[in-house]
């Protein structure tokens, strides 16, 4: 029995109704096109932030490229609270708790400001020293610390942002998420271009265009979250410390946040281990990464949402549409990885000539390594679905197995042994994102096989954390 539909506006119970009981084929379409859509964008906005550092200096690529990455292990703080408890929120509205919906907004909301207090007070002052201690070189350092700075004010902002995003996720309000995503890059870019083309800035430039475009997107999810009687508000009075508010959302976040960590982490310590064949080496990865994201961003929208609509559905108790969404979402991003694989070794020679700033060296070693990254886009759509399942069902501690391994079981001893005992060169960094990517889905598809196993066992209690009984 359902309480109280106070603060549910028309457009949430028809989408809410929709999850629940649409054809599938359709909710998984509209709910996740639009967050794939919106990685991509994404994804657009990286590449676009990368070829305007390329036209400054190969040398600025390589620092972004490395900066980015530190920067990404911290973002990783707010953005696996986002996810993680996202999800308890998506189960608890599933289940027609709206009290319960309310209290755990509000209370994320509060925990995301208390992250974002922690980070600036612990890490702002001590920038240089926070480099250096991450194996930057000294080079990166002096041409990215003041990026670096802005770069962290941006992400604590983005904090926010993202727990809003992941709130309107929730809500089914993908549209929504992909036109504040296109305001958002319409700023970014205009005022990157600007300032790199027109005023001849250097990377700091850069750094403060994004800051300013995450600003005007802090703005409208401020307006957003603090309209009376909505029941996704933000609400001093609902702020909650009750275990049972906090505590689901805390449980599931905390794997999330340290996969995030660990796997960010990994890759800066690749980065640095790249750094042996040169620093542009770093920067080639980089742009493969971009190139390799034309195809995995749209494959982690539909992941996003698919773990929304799975998780919401569990919390109704439909484990039948849960298992139906995941087989839907696993269909449209092994479609992805295929186009996307296609689209982007047909034209590597021109995506990469478009970093290579007419460097004919740092074009080649783009298409080396991308060559090689390319070949796991389809196993890379097999682990994002799968993902999308293990999020869902609150299945962190898999979720946290199988991304930990991408990066310290199938990358950096992978990329260690290829430096010891080969003389291959910087291909070598192309070798260990093909491996890495396909061994991964591999892994992932051994994990979905325990884990469905489980659930037909267990399919009249559902999935849980914290059970562990069923989730050991």
């Known amino acids: ?45 990286k590449i676009l932030d990368t070829q305007m550092a390329a036209h400054i200096s190969s040398t600025s690529v390589s620092a972004v490229a490395y900066l980015s990455q530190i920067s ?4 990783a703080l707010g953005g696996g609270l986002a996810v993680g408890a996202s999800l308890k929120v998506s189960e608890a509205y599933g289940a027609g708790d709206y009290e319960l919906v309310k209290k755990r907004v509000s209370s994320l909301y509060m925990m995301c400001v208390a992250i974002g207090a922690v980070v600036l007070i612990g890490i702002l002052p001590f920038t240089r020293q926070f480099l250096r201690m991450a194996n930057t070189p000294e080079t990166l350092i002096d041409v990215g610390q003041k990026y670096f700075v802005i770069d962290l004010i941006s992400m604590v902002i983005m904090f926010f942002n993202n727990v809003y995003i992941s709130i309107e996720r929730v809500r089914g309000n993908s549209k929504r998420i992909l036109y504040l995503n296109m305001i958002v890059i319409f700023v970014k870019l205009s005022i990157t271009a600007l300032f790199v083309y027109v005023l001849h800035g250097n990377i700091t430039s850069i750094a403060f265009a994004t800051l300013l475009s995450q600003l005007a997107l802090f703005a409208f999810a401020i307006i957003n979250s603090s309209k009376k009687g909505n029941l996704f508000s933000f609400s001093l009075k609902a702020i909650s410390l009750k275990k049972k508010v906090n505590a689901p959302m805390i449980f599931s976040s905390i794997p999330v946040i340290m996969e995030k960590v660990l796997f960010a982490f990994g890759k800066v310590v690749v980065n640095s281990m790249s750094t042996s064949y040169g620093d542009l080496t770093v920067g080639a990865l980089g742009v493969s990464n971009n190139i390799g994201g034309i195809t995995t961003s749209p494959q982690n929208g539909f992941q996003e949402g698919g773990a929304a609509i799975i998780s919401q559905n569990l919390g109704a108790k439909n484990y ?3 298992l139906d969404a995941f087989k839907k979402v696993m269909i449209f991003n092994v479609s992805i990885g295929v186009l996307g694989y296609s689209i982007t070794t047909i034209w590597l020679s021109q995506i990469s000539e478009i970093f290579a700033k007419n460097d004919p060296v740092f074009h080649q070693m783009i298409i080396h390594i991308y060559s090689y990254e390319a070949l796991g886009a389809v ?7 799968i993902l999308a399942l293990l999020y869902g069902y609150g299945l962190m501690r898999y979720t946290f197995i199988i991304n930990v391994s991408r990066v310290f079981v199938f990358r950096i001893p992978v990329l260690w042994g290829l430096q010891r005992f080969t003389n291959i060169g910087n291909e070598s960094v192309g070798i260990v994102m093909m491996v890495s990517n396909v061994a991964t889905g591999v892994f992932a598809l051994l994990v979905m096989a325990h884990v469905l196993i489980k659930i037909k066992k267990n399919t009249l209690h559902g999935y849980d954390f914290m059970d562990e009984s069923v989730a050991a």
Request: charged content about 20%; overall charge positive.
């Open 1 to 45: 029995m359902e309480k109280s539909e106070k603060g549910l506006s028309e457009k949430d119970r028809k989408n809410r109704d929709l999850i629940l009981h649409g054809n599938m084929w359709t909710v998984v379409f509209k709910m996740c096109a639009p967050l794939a859509l919106y990685q991509s964008l994404n994804q657009l906005f």
């Open 72 to 75: 990404l292990m911290l973002s």
């Open 379 to 385: 196993m890379l759509g097999i682990n994002a679905s």
């Open 320 to 322: 039948a549409r849960a």
